[in-house]
């Protein structure tokens, strides 16, 4: 750790009754912004069959839509508001940030044509940028390195939560009504949530869960306005861990956003299931399933690192390795009721990296940056991963499509899930740098 003030060790670290009170309504209300967020960010791929049929899109369309419009500006603006937020309010530019993203999507379901929904969608991206890196800053704040994994673990439950209501209102309501009603029923919700983050969330104090003292904050906080752009970049590559895990949790990201985008796409076109089906099979396993695995990976992070750091990663790692084959099986069967028994493990297993991931990142980055470093890993991530995986997936399928037709995406999605493994092989490395590392801390503080 690059920090001058002494560190605690961790488990020796005593909080307020104050702060552990009002951390776990903060990390609910924090999970529930990330539910929000992932909601009207996924929305436009649970209609976008009736969205290419309504102003006849190619997939390759849809992949620019779904993705790279929005990813490019939430991915780069994430930066710049993850410095400000390093030195100012967090919690007012979280409420401030979900005002903006719910309103550009209710602007989405009134857009015209394909040029002002991918408008529209360019607006979600810049409202969103200015949520994620703030969050995990204030969780690391209000949560010891040894509960982090398990905390962040329950934040990243609002990525399958928004999933599910993503799947479990978006078809059926696109089918019954119109996909632009879709949109206005996912965007307005977002304005009430803001109001509740800026009137009963408090901003936490910046150190306090590492076990710096009054004088050391202080110190940290006038560092704050030290920390450069350049130094939060050097850091991640610096420390292996870091670039491990940024690497691992890209091309993770990379297989999981271009799967989701399509995978309504996918239902219809392969296994003829209706809208108000997918909903009600795609919700419930990216919901529960997908909520289950991210808590079940965090927990045992936590739990299994307590012996052996390596395990933050390992865990990740292991479950990858498993869930390939079984992503694999699932596109390749034909039959759907024995799809799904290979998807549904994969989908708890799938779900284990955000919650281990992000608390190795704030557990080695120097405290005085967390939210800039947090918003880097988020730029490399989405600009890589979700501006170009789901486009990845659509050019791939346009090109298939003259010898496989339906089937297309199928295979284009089928290809795309093998990189899985060597994401997988990043974490195997994460977990060595990140026990050393943490090795190194435990030695200087």
Request: charged share 15%; aromatic share 12%; with cysteine.
């Amino acid at each position: 750790m690059t920090d001058t003030a002494t560190v605690a060790p961790a488990e020796s670290v005593v909080l307020p009754d104050s702060l552990r009170k009002h951390r776990n309504y903060a990390l609910v209300m924090l999970t529930l912004v990330y539910t929000s967020s992932y909601l009207d960010r996924t929305i436009v791929g649970a209609v976008a069959e009736y969205i290419k049929k309504d102003l006849l899109l190619s997939d390759t369309q849809l992949g620019l839509l779904t993705g790279f419009a929005f990813a490019v500006f939430y991915a780069t603006l994430g930066i710049p508001l993850a410095l400000l937020s390093d030195r100012t309010n967090r919690r007012n530019m979280i409420a401030g940030a979900i005002t903006v993203w719910s309103v550009m999507t209710v602007f989405c379901g009134m857009a015209a044509n394909y040029t002002q929904l991918v408008i529209a969608r360019i607006g979600v991206g810049i409202g969103e940028a200015g949520s994620s890196p703030q969050s995990h800053s204030m969780i690391a704040d209000m949560y010891a390195p040894h509960e982090r994994s398990r905390a962040l673990g329950f934040y990243a439950l609002g990525v399958y939560l928004g999933g599910m209501l993503g799947f479990l209102i978006g078809a059926p309501v696109a089918e019954a009504w119109g996909w632009r009603y879709a949109f206005f029923i996912v965007g307005f919700p977002g304005l009430l949530i803001a109001a509740l983050i800026y009137i009963t969330v408090k901003e936490p104090q910046r150190g306090l869960s590492d076990g710096l003292n009054h004088a050391d904050r202080k110190l940290q906080n006038f560092a704050d306005t030290m920390t450069s752009l350049g130094a939060a970049f050097a850091f991640i590559w610096k420390s292996k861990a870091c670039r491990h895990v940024v690497i691992g949790l890209t091309l993770t990201s990379f297989v999981g956003y271009g799967g989701v985008m399509f995978a309504a796409s996918f239902l219809k076109r392969t296994h003829d299931i209706s809208g108000l089906e997918i909903g009600l099979i795609l919700g419930p396993i990216v919901g529960v399933l997908g909520g289950a695995g991210a808590l079940l990976g965090g927990y045992l992070a936590d739990r299994m690192s307590r012996k052996d750091k390596r395990w933050n990663a390992w865990v990740i790692a292991v479950a990858k390795f498993i869930a390939a084959p079984l992503i694999l099986l699932f596109y390749l069967m034909d039959d759907f009721n024995l799809a799904l028994v290979f998807y549904l493990p994969a989908s708890v297993l799938g779900a284990f990296y955000l919650g281990p991931s992000f608390a190795i990142v704030q557990s080695v980055a120097p405290l005085a940056m967390r939210a800039t470093v947090a918003a880097i890993m988020l730029f490399i991530l989405n600009f890589i991963a979700l501006g170009l995986g789901p486009l990845a997936v659509g050019m791939l399928s346009d090109y298939l499509a003259p010898d496989y037709g339906q089937d297309s995406l199928r295979y284009a999605l089928m290809f795309t899930s093998l990189i899985n493994i060597w994401a997988a092989a990043h974490y195997v490395l994460a977990g060595i740098a990140f026990a050393a590392e943490m090795k190194v801390q435990g030695a200087t503080a």
